[in-house]
């Protein structure tokens, strides 16, 4: 029979081809690929920072990447900058599990209810576009100085967000698949834990992306202005900083900002690349069993089409 013989064929795919044994050399290479356009980036921008620092613009606060570097390394040593590290991650993390499920939950009832999307739908949106810094004289009120005021701050700057991407990604979800999820018998939540939530992982990744970015943003903010007595944290740190014009002291605070917001973004690319290669979305993605498994549903169920006259 034709279809049988279609599905033995593609039956074949199911078999991965041997792959050649990864090899130190070929390894070193991927990593080196990866890792010298960040090399350069860097080289360029110290070039640049000791070319201003030569040329002898504010000569009396601007300070080169010598001076900043040994100022970094002698915080690191014998200073506290690992607290105050300590100090801060705390709090983003708190900030953003809270900022996690608020914003999932309003995400997934605005997206599927549309009279409150109708009522709060643009409010979510005009929230996530007010500036951080303007929260921070409101939570200072409600709260007091302390921590409270800073999660309050940190979770309005990334929930918004994370809602917004959820909606974005429920909207795009396509009809014919929540069709089909119904007639298989899902409804309620087996709906969303099985097929809606799944189909709108990438958007909703990109809008936890996003919220973390405004959180740590958030974070910032309220730490510069909200000084907590018997915690130091970054914020407090880099004011400290601003206040004795310490510009090497000041530019190893944002360097250290700047480094734990790229490492943060690197594990949500890490996890977008992730996504994406499960769903075969990368040209040089190997073929996998889940990938050939697809094919073959997807071929048998256009020859049942076929064969059924539709």
């Known amino acids: 029979m034709a279809t049988d013989q279609a599905l033995r064929g593609l039956d074949s795919l199911e078999l991965e081809p041997a792959t050649p044994r990864a090899d130190s050399g070929r390894i070193a290479r991927k990593a ?18 000791e070319l201003v620092t030569l040329s002898g613009w504010k000569k009396l606060v601007f ?25 801060t991650l705390q709090s983003a993390v708190v900030g953003y599990a809270l900022a996690l499920v608020i914003g999932t939950v ?28 303007a929260w921070v004289p409101f939570a200072i009120i409600i709260f007091g100085e302390n921590s409270s ?4 701050v940190v979770i309005l700057g ?30 309620g939540f087996a709906l969303y834990r099985y097929l809606i939530l799944p189909a709108s ?21 309220g730490e510069l202005v909200v000084q907590i007595i018997g915690q130091f944290s970054i914020g407090q740190q880099l004011s400290v900083d601003q206040q ?12 250290v900002i700047l480094v734990i917001g790229i490492v943060v973004d690197t594990l949500f690319a890490k996890a977008d690349l992730t996504i994406r290669r499960r769903r075969g979305l990368l040209d040089a993605a ?24 539709t």
Do not use: C
């Open 32 to 49: 080196w690929a990866a890792l010298w356009p960040k090399l350069l980036a860097i080289a360029l921008v110290l070039a640049i920072w």
């Open 106 to 133: 309003i995400g997934v009832l605005v997206a599927r209810i549309p009279p409150l999307r109708a009522a709060v739908g643009s409010i979510i949106t005009g929230l996530q576009t007010m500036p951080s810094i």
């Open 63 to 87: 300070k080169g990447p010598g001076p900043v570097f040994s100022d970094l390394w002698h915080q690191a040593v014998h200073g506290n900058l690992w607290s105050v590290i300590g100090a």
């Open 149 to 152: 005021a800073i999660l309050f």
């Open 201 to 221: 992982l990438p958007a909703y990744v990109a809008g936890m992306k996003q919220g973390w970015a405004f959180a740590w943003r958030s974070l910032m903010a």
């Open 286 to 309: 190997p073929a996998t069993n889940s990938g050939s498994g697809n094919a073959r549903e997807m071929l048998g169920t256009l020859l049942w089409f076929r064969r059924s006259g």
């Open 244 to 255: 004795n014009l310490d510009f090497a002291g000041a530019t190893s605070t944002i360097i």
């Open 158 to 187: 990334a929930a918004p967000s994370i809602a917004n991407g959820l909606i974005t990604g429920v909207d795009y979800t396509p009809p014919l698949l929540l069709r089909a999820g119904r007639t298989m018998g899902l409804r």
